[in-house]
């Protein structure tokens, strides 16, 4: 088992997994596309390579990260406010263009293929909104416009989502009149439209209630089996625990820490995720912590 | 197991489809609002019908003021019977043309007597009468018999109508001496005629309509922007307001086509706006039965109204885009309001323009934005627009339109916009906590936006020291130049704490570099000299002979200072001071934000348009050779990466043409200035082209390896 350096010089290369670690499809697969072989580095469907933003000469948001994940992983992207999360997505994104570094996705490079990036993700956040004189059917269709899919195929995913995120008792009632809950499953509805091999999950259950919550649960375990590759930002360290099949930290814009959550532990010496970032960040003040 | 996203429709087929679809959603979003509906609908049902009230209630007024009653007060009721007797007499002997038809048939006469107590002054001091009229009675009135009368005829100071009646009265008094005494005459003489007759024809003159009907197409073309500012701030800030632009952003859609399809419906609204408002007009218009007094006798045509709603469409077209333009960087409802002001008052402004009289579409106010549509729309309404000018008018309104949506659609969902500590119109205000190298492209504009009109106002107090001494003029245009150029920048820059050297790029550029900067100071200033001839040549702005004497004084007065004073003064002082702010400060703000060639064009044109305005007036005939020389210092600049290059070129280059024109009558006795005094020898000419050609070769050369 490897952790990676603190100085975060060697991120390009992933940590070897244990073999006796194993315990899933999932986690063989893992290490396969952890091997250095140029072919089964293609597993990796999202790969972070030095990725800097520099907003200007004394504020850098993020400092040369770099990760991986695979598809069918569950990547958690967590930190304080503040630590470049919000920042990394946008830049994958290709809403930021980064200072330096580049990103993957599949075979893309946001830097040179912004809008085949953008074909490939899809982003659910928990700050975004719907228009509120359309109707959730109004805004998947719009939004499967937007990703350039056919009217049939709209109208199928509409439906498969429908049944899914189970919209279909509001799918022609307009937005403005749905509930935080229901908001977050129709933006969910809304990013899977295109059914996008990664998806980015930013403060998913923000506002949502335990049963809500749950629901974002489900359809990621569902995601995971289906095989998308999933970044989850996130200061529910509990939520994220559940959730997520590695983990990186992140902390003034530095990959502090990244691993399993055995890993994690062997490395902090912590049980917990709290215990191990408030470790990481050390003695810092109330308002710097994670909520 | 899903690894690829479902696969998006052929590029080719899919544009089309998918910003109509995309405008679709806009459109759904934008006319299920009820806001944008009352805008649509309501206003142009209540606005119309209200100002139809109002204009007739104006021309019932018109009429009135055209046949005013006037009040005509008297001391006694004999003498109200006898003006009474009098305004009968001349009334009969106008019919049946024994007099001149001289009088003023649409005065309508009204006799009061004064109460007692009360003076005539006193009545029409009170407003109880127009025109006073005493007295003296002696003997009746009769058709032949010259009898003594004397009339005292008392009017209101400063009343038009008062002086009107006046000036009935007396001409019916002078008709009734006439006719008496020509009746006298004619009882020894029966052959005998006045020798002189007189008649007046009035006639409407050619094009005039109603005064009313200038404020129309204000009207019509605000109203019509009414429409679209809605939508135009919803669909563009927010987006931002309620958290959609991210999820907007992220689609794998170019900005333009998310743009246009916000245009597309931003314009189809305007265009509903539009033509609701045109049907709300032509429907008030014909029920109050006002087509006549709006429009003349052909009335509201369907064809006045079509081209009408074609003025409409441009207009449209150019608003909605402006309007996108503008609320881009918004990032909530009331910053875009707070944009939105200024644009409407720009709107209005040029609406009253087209009032005047003097302001006609012609080649030069066709191209001017806003004011060419109003005075197009004015025109057909008065059905004297030239196809033309008209086409003029719509080409450039539609050229503007795409130069504010390229604006639009950079500014849109640009990543400042995504962020919220960046980017803020704040961040101009509040003073920075740390320093920067240099300044950003929108406090270079903030910056210029404030240096301009202190500028003007500043060339214009020069102008006001035209008694004090040509030492005393040299000194302020001297002091006023460096405060300008270099103090209001400078202090800017502190305030801003930016860094002084690289904000007004002041650097040590290569040693190579200077005799090429040196011959092009000395090179240049001959073309440019013809190219102001040739501007003037072309009409746009002729030297008047007064400005010819003025600058012949100007020259005079230099040689009562010495050369060096006036070389100092108004060479190098305005050249290395300019440049402090054009290829300094200006330069490095754009530069920040945009390519080297857009930061030379934008302070060539910034150049270009500060040398237009002179003490006293304007020189317009001076905009292309300054902005000409401004590109050329800018390119200098950029090669060099240095304003200190371009400061010495441009110092050199006003001080050589100071030298020359104070050399000028030694020159002219070396028959070097020629005869045609506004033209150079052409061995000039060709001398000044060979030493820019080989100036900037050589500049090139030098900084090739280089590139700023």
């Known amino acids: 088992m490897n ?114 990036i ?159 970032f408030l470790k990481m960040i050390g003695p810092v003040k109330t308002e710097e912590r994670i909520a | 197991m899903t690894q690829t996203a479902e696969k998006p429709c052929r590029e080719s087929d899919s544009v089309s489809r998918q910003i109509f679809h995309l405008t679709r959603k806009e459109l759904r ?137 006046s000036d009935e009265m007396e ?17 020894t003489y029966p052959e005998f005629n006045l020798p002189v007759t007189r008649k007046i024809e009035t006639v409407e003159p050619v094009g005039k309509t109603s005064a009313i009907l200038g404020l129309l197409p204000l009207v019509l073309l605000l109203m019509t922007v009414t429409g679209g500012v809605y939508p135009a701030i919803d669909l563009t800030a927010g987006e931002r307001e309620r958290n959609t632009l991210e999820t907007l952003m992220a689609l794998p859609v170019p900005h333009i086509r998310l743009l246009f399809a916000k ?72 910053e875009a309001q707070a944009y939105l002001i200024p644009l409407l008052l720009l709107a209005i402004a040029p609406g009253f323009v087209i009032l005047l009289p003097d302001w006609e579409l012609t080649r030069m106010t066709a191209i001017v934005p806003i004011i060419n549509v109003l005075m197009l729309a004015r025109d057909l309404f008065q059905g004297t627009a030239s196809p033309l000018l008209a086409l003029a008018a719509v080409g450039t309104t539609l050229l503007y339109s795409s130069l504010f949506l390229f604006i639009a659609a950079r500014i849109f969902g640009a990543d400042a916009m995504l962020i919220g500590s960046r980017g803020q119109w704040r961040d101009l205000i509040d003073r920075p906590t740390e320093f920067a190298r240099t300044p950003t492209a929108a406090a270079a504009g903030c910056l210029l936006a404030c240096l301009f009109p202190v500028y003007f106002v500043s060339s214009g107090f020069l102008q006001r020291m035209a008694d004090a001494s040509i030492a005393q003029r040299l000194t302020a245009s001297a002091l006023l130049t460096i405060a300008l150029f270099v103090g209001i920048p400078l202090l800017f820059a502190i305030w801003r704490r930016l860094r002084v050297l690289s904000t007004f790029r002041i650097a040590n550029p290569a040693s190579s570099v200077w005799p090429g900067v040196i011959l092009l100071g000395l090179a240049t200033w001959p073309c440019i000299f013809e190219l102001v001839v040739l501007v003037e040549s072309t009409g746009l702005q002729k030297l008047t002979e007064q400005n010819m004497d003025r600058i012949q004084a100007l020259l005079d007065a230099w040689r009562q200072v010495p050369i060096w004073v006036v070389v100092v003064a108004l060479g190098i002082v305005p050249g290395v001071c300019e440049e402090f702010f054009f290829r300094g400060f200006l330069f490095s703000g754009l530069r920040s934000r945009t390519n080297g060639l857009l930061t030379v064009l934008g302070t060539a044109i910034t150049f270009g348009l500060f040398h237009v305005v002179l003490a006293g007036g304007a020189a317009p005939e001076r905009l292309i050779p300054s902005t000409l020389m401004g590109l050329l210092l800018g390119w200098v600049s950029l090669r060099t990466g240095s304003m200190v290059t371009t400061a010495i070129m441009h110092g050199i280059h006003n001080s050589t043409l100071l030298i020359m024109a104070h050399k000028r009558d030694e020159l002219a006795n070396w028959t070097v200035t020629a005869a045609e005094q506004s033209h150079l020898p052409t061995t000039w000419i060709i001398a000044s082209a060979i030493g820019i050609v080989v100036g900037v070769s050589w500049i090139w050369l030098t900084t090739r390896k280089s590139p700023t």
């Open chain 2, 171 to 187: 001409r019916r008094l002078a008709a009734i001496n006439v006719i008496t005494l020509s009746d006298i005459v004619k009882d």
């Open chain 2, 263 to 334: 245009y597309f419906a931003v314009i189809t609204v305007t265009m509903l706006t539009g033509l609701m408002n045109l049907l709300a007009m032509s429907v008030t218009v014909y029920s109050l039965q006002l087509e006549g007094t709006l429009f003349g006798e052909n009335g509201l045509t369907g064809l006045v109204l079509l081209k009408l709603f074609l003025v409409l469409v441009a207009f449209a077209i150019f608003f909605s885009a402006a309007l996108l333009a503008l609320t881009s960087s918004a990032r909530s409802f009331k």
């Open chain 2, 29 to 165: 979003e934008t006319l299920r609002d009820r806001r944008t509906i009352i805008t649509l609908l309501a206003m142009p049902l209540l606005l119309y019908p209200l100002l139809g009230l109002g204009f007739r209630y104006m021309a019932v007024l018109n009429a009135r003021a055209e046949t005013p009653h006037v009040r005509l007060a008297f001391e006694s009721e004999d003498e109200a019977l006898w003006v009474k007797h009098v305004l009968e007499t001349t009334d009969a002997l106008r019919e049946s043309s024994e007099i001149d038809d001289i009088t003023d048939a649409r005065l309508e006469f009204d006799f009061l007597v004064a109460e007692d107590g009360m003076t005539l002054p006193e009545s029409l001091a009170g407003g109880y009468a127009e025109l006073g009229i005493r007295i003296s009675m002696t003997e009746p009135i009769t058709r032949t018999g010259p009898r003594g009368r004397s009339v005292e005829l008392i009017q209101v100071a400063g009343s038009s109508i008062s002086q009107r009646a």
């Open chain 1, 3 to 116: 952790l990676l350096p603190s100085d975060n010089r060697d991120r390009n290369k992933p940590p070897l997994t244990d073999s006796a670690t194993i315990t899933s499809v999932r986690d063989i697969r893992q290490s396969v596309c952890y091997s250095e072989s140029p072919f089964l580095r293609e597993c990796h469907m999202i790969h972070v390579q030095k990725l800097t933003k520099r907003y200007s000469p004394t504020k850098l948001a993020v400092d040369e990260l770099s990760f991986s994940v695979t598809s069918g992983e569950v990547y958690g992207l967590l930190g304080p406010n503040g630590a470049g999360k919000t920042t990394t997505l946008r830049m994958l994104l290709g809403l930021l263009p980064p200072t330096s570094g580049d990103a993957r996705i599949e075979e893309h490079s946001i830097m040179n293929a912004p809008v085949e």
């Open chain 1, 118 to 276: 953008k074909r490939r993700i899809g982003l659910v956040s928990a700050s975004a909104g719907l228009y509120q004189w359309l109707t959730p059917r109004e805004v998947l269709e719009y939004f499967g416009w937007g990703y350039g899919l056919k009217p049939d195929v709209i109208r199928r995913r509409t439906k498969e989502l429908t049944d899914v995120m189970q919209i279909g008792d509001y799918l022609d009632q307009r937005c403005a009149t749905l509930s935080t809950g229901q908001t977050q499953r129709v933006n969910l509805a809304r990013a899977l439209i295109h059914d996008p091999p990664v998806v980015l999950l930013d403060e998913p259950t923000r506002g949502l209630d335990v049963l809500g919550a749950q629901v974002i649960f489900d359809y990621a375990a569902r995601l995971r089996q289906d095989g998308k590759a999933i970044i989850v930002c996130t200061h529910k360290l509990e939520e994220a625990e559940r959730l997520c099949d590695r983990f990186g930290l992140l902390h003034r814009g530095r990959l502090q820490q990244e691993g399993t959550i055995e890993e994690l532990r062997a490395a902090t010496g912590e049980e917990s995720l709290v215990e191990m």
